[in-house]
T-cell receptor
Framework: NAGVTQTPKFRILKIGQSMTLQCTQD?????MYWYRQDPGMGLKLIYY???????DKGEVPNGYNVSRSTTEDFPLRLELAAPSQTSVYFC????????????FGPGTRLTVT | GQQVMQIPQYQHVQEGEDFTTYCNSS?????IQWYKQRPGGHPVFLIQ?????EVKKQKRLTFQFGEAKKNSSLHITATQTTDVGTYFC???????????FGQGTRLTINP
C-alpha cells in the first residue's frame, strides 16, 4: 500500500493564481482531511470529508474548496492565491474503526509570492 | 472552547535526559491522540487515550490521561537522538472523526 500520496511536493504560486493540490489514499478510508501547518505551529483543519460526495468546513476554510467524487481522492483547490496561504499542506485519512489514527501524506510546501 | 494548550513550546535536552510535554484543556476531553513529526516530515500517530487515569507505555514513552480527562502528558525516559521532532497532542471531536491539534512541543537533543 502506498498509503496517502500528495502531489506536488513543492509549488510556488504568484498572487492571484489558482491551483489544485492532489491527495489520494489506497486504504479504503472513509474519512479524509486537509490541514495547513504554518511554521512552528500546529495543524489547522481546512476541510474534511466523511465519505464520497460529503464534505464539510474545518477551522480555516476561507480561500479553499474541496470535492470528494471518489473514496480515494480528495483534491484541495486554491482560488486566487494570497501570501497568507503560504504554508505546508497535509492530507490525511482514517478509517471507521478505533483508534481512528490519522495517516498523513508527505505534504505539499506552497509559497505564494 | 475546543483548543488544547501544549507546554512547553520548545525543549532542549542532553541525550539521556528525560523529557515531558503536557497537554491541557479547559473542557473535558473525550479522547486524546499523540503524534510525532520529525523535522521536514509528516505527523505520525503514536497513541490514543480514552479512559480517565489511563497510562500506556511504548518502550521509553509513557502516555497519561488525567483523572478529570482535562489533561494528558507524554514522558520520554532517557532521550535518544532519534526522539528529535515535534510532539503534538490532538483532542478528538465527534468521537475522533475530527481532531483539534495543540501547537506542539519541539524537542531538540544535544548528543
Amino acid at each position: 500500500n502506498a498509503g496517502v500520496t500528495q502531489t506536488p511536493k513543492f509549488r510556488i504560486l504568484k498572487i492571484g493564481q489558482s491551483m489544485t493540490l492532489q491527495c489520494t489514499q489506497d486504504m479504503n478510508h472513509n474519512y479524509m482531511y486537509w490541514y495547513r501547518q504554518d511554521p512552528g505551529m500546529g495543524l489547522k483543519l481546512i476541510y474534511y470529508s466523511v465519505g464520497a460526495g460529503i464534505t464539510d468546513k474545518g477551522e480555516v476554510p476561507n480561500g479553499y474548496n474541496v470535492s470528494r467524487s471518489t473514496t480515494e481522492d480528495f483534491p484541495l483547490r486554491l482560488e486566487l492565491a494570497a501570501p497568507s496561504q503560504t504554508s505546508v499542506y497535509f492530507c490525511a485519512s482514517t478509517g471507521r474503526a478505533a483508534p481512528y489514527e490519522q495517516y498523513f501524506g508527505p505534504g505539499t510546501r506552497l509559497t505564494v509570492t | 472552547g475546543q483548543q488544547v494548550m501544549q507546554i512547553p513550546q520548545y525543549q532542549h535536552v542532553q541525550e539521556g535526559e528525560d523529557f515531558t510535554t503536557y497537554c491541557n484543556s479547559s473542557t473535558t476531553l473525550s479522547n486524546i491522540q499523540w503524534y510525532k513529526q520529525r523535522p521536514g516530515g509528516h505527523p505520525v500517530f503514536l497513541i490514543q487515550l480514552v479512559k480517565s487515569g489511563e497510562v500506556k507505555k511504548q518502550k521509553r514513552l509513557t502516555f497519561q490521561f488525567g483523572e478529570a480527562k482535562k489533561n494528558s502528558s507524554l514522558h520520554i525516559t532517557a532521550t535518544q537522538t532519534t526522539d528529535v521532532g515535534t510532539y503534538f497532542c490532538a483532542r478528538g471531536i465527534q468521537g475522533a472523526q475530527k481532531l483539534v491539534f495543540g501547537q506542539g512541543t519541539r524537542l531538540t537533543i544535544n548528543p
